[in-house]
């Protein structure tokens, strides 16, 4: 009799344990991995690759931010041209204003979507400093990668 309770404990615990490996199992392959946000720069002239789309940061055609340090009437804005290349082959010219103030413009800008993300010019960097002044080469666009939901 004693052996056959034994018996019945031992299977009775292995089948709740081999249970609670399986739901673990199960829980685990229905976790979704949540992915973020992720950011980049694409400095002046350099060719930047997402996948099959390039991304060349052209030209600034205006600069009037208001310098850091200095008071003015206006916040001012930054204007540039960003390339947009496919599989190396120009696509388009893209003209872009970024400006603090004016909400419609400071809104991130979408440049392209693909099946996986959403990519947006969120700004423009160095910002300008009283008594300096920044070189083109050293003009870089923000960027924001958004995965799709």
């Not at 009775?12 to 344990?17: E, H, L, Y």
């Not at 081999?18 to 829980?27: G, H, I, L």
């Not at 930047?48 to 789309?53: A, H, I, K, Y």
């Amino acid at each position: 009799m004693k052996y056959v309770l034994v018996l019945v404990l031992a299977f009775s615990f292995t089948s709740c344990c081999s249970q609670k490996e399986t739901t673990e199992a199960a829980a685990s392959e229905n976790q979704k991995v949540i992915a973020t946000e992720s950011f980049t720069k694409i400095k002046m002239g350099q060719l930047t690759p997402f996948g099959n789309t390039m991304l060349k940061l052209k030209q600034v055609t205006n600069d009037s931010r208001c310098p850091e340090g200095a008071q003015c009437i206006w916040a001012g804005e930054v204007s540039v041209i960003v390339g947009m290349y496919d599989k190396g082959k120009f696509v388009k010219d893209i003209n872009i204003t970024f400006s603090p103030k004016d909400v419609t413009k400071n809104k991130p800008y979408l440049l392209f979507e693909t099946e996986d993300s959403k990519y947006f010019a969120t700004g423009m960097t160095p910002y300008p400093k009283e008594g300096s002044k920044i070189e083109p080469k050293e003009y870089a666009m923000e960027i924001s990668i958004k995965p799709n939901a």
